[in-house]
């Protein structure tokens, strides 16, 4: 079995290294080595800082709407605002369980 396994990783490896080394041109995925083979280096180097750029933001985006949408998808009874009664309720009945409900104070 070790001898089969050994076997195997060795042909994975070299059909790996022929996928990569027989098609370079498409592995190629910086803007700036791909396009720096022709005339367009400022081209090249304008859509990798605009990439760069625009990335961070989009991932933010993304994050926030998927928290919108998350909470638009609850049902509205689960939505409502709780009063401080309630509020009060749920504290003492996480209180009985030995959950936190209030960060630890700090003594200075």
Known sequence: ???LKNHLGRIFSAAGFLLVTGNASQIW???TCKDGLSD???AAYAFSIV???VIPYLL???FFAYIVVSYFRRPVA???Q???DDLTELALKKAEQGIPTQPPAWDS
């Open 51 to 53: 990439f760069m750029m």
């Open 40 to 42: 367009n280096y400022i």
């Open 60 to 62: 933010l985006a993304g």
């Open 1 to 3: 079995m070790k001898n």
């Open 29 to 31: 995925a910086c803007p």
């Open 82 to 84: 709780l009063s401080a």
């Open 78 to 80: 689960e939505r409502k």
